[in-house]
């Protein structure tokens, strides 16, 4: 069984990073059969695509988040984390993890989730 | 970015009822569409990729049809676990992107 498990801190100061890892169990980040994905939804609102790494490093990310973001591979510790820069009071939002099946190696579409991390953006 | 529009936003049935959700994408997508449950709470639970093959373990009474740029997931006799937002999900290009969700209520 696949397990994803986001960890970090759920409260950030306005103007500072958030941060959050995902640690994988079950699979390996290694493997050219996903993309590593990270989402997020804000209160009342849908899920955005914040963007994804492959095993390789490479990273797609959405142009709405403006350069602050950073997803990154650590393969040592089976992870993958993400870093978001300059976060305000817009950034509050569940922060999920989830595994993308590349079309034609696995399921399409995100078919494990992280449980997902509430994180609060306020001084 | 490709939006995709789904309707209804919301919709109240009976147990036993068939419920269709639209989803329409502003271009085409071919059949990289996928549809999720979400319940609050909980993470998103994939039901359908690729626009009509049910994913192993999801009840059969979940449909999916469509390609190119409409799209619709049918449940053809309406459970009472299957409260929750409905959303479809493209996995065609980058930015991926969301359907806005079809609340379900009995």
Request: with cysteine; charged share 15%.
């Amino acid at each position: 069984q696949v397990l994803l498990e986001a960890s970090g801190p759920r409260l950030v100061k306005p103007s500072e990073t958030l941060s959050l890892s995902c640690t994988v169990s079950g699979d390996s980040v290694s493997s050219s059969s996903f993309y590593w994905t990270w989402l997020r939804q804000a209160p009342g609102k849908g899920l955005e695509w914040i963007g994804f790494v492959f095993h390789t490093g490479t990273t797609n990310l959405n142009p709405s988040l403006e350069g602050r973001v950073t997803i990154s591979i650590d393969r040592s510790n089976n992870q993958f984390s993400l870093k978001l820069n300059s976060v305000t009071a817009a950034d509050t939002a569940t922060y999920y993890c989830a595994r993308e099946g590349r079309r034609g190696y696995d399921i399409s579409g995100y078919n494990v989730w992280g449980q997902g991390s509430q994180v609060i953006v306020s001084s | 970015d490709i939006q995709l529009t789904q309707s209804p936003s919301s919709l109240s049935a009976s147990v036993g009822d068939r419920v269709t959700i639209t989803c329409r994408a502003s271009q085409t997508v071919s059949d990289y569409l996928n549809w999720y449950q979400h319940t609050p709470g909980q993470a998103p639970k994939l039901l359908i990729y690729t626009a009509s093959t049910v994913k192993l373990g999801v009840p059969s009474r979940f449909s999916g049809t469509g390609s190119g740029t409409r799209f619709t997931l049918t449940i053809s006799s309406l459970q009472p676990e299957d409260v929750g937002t409905y959303f479809c999900h493209q996995s065609y290009s980058v930015p991926r992107t969301f359907g806005q969700g079809t609340r379900v209520e009995i």
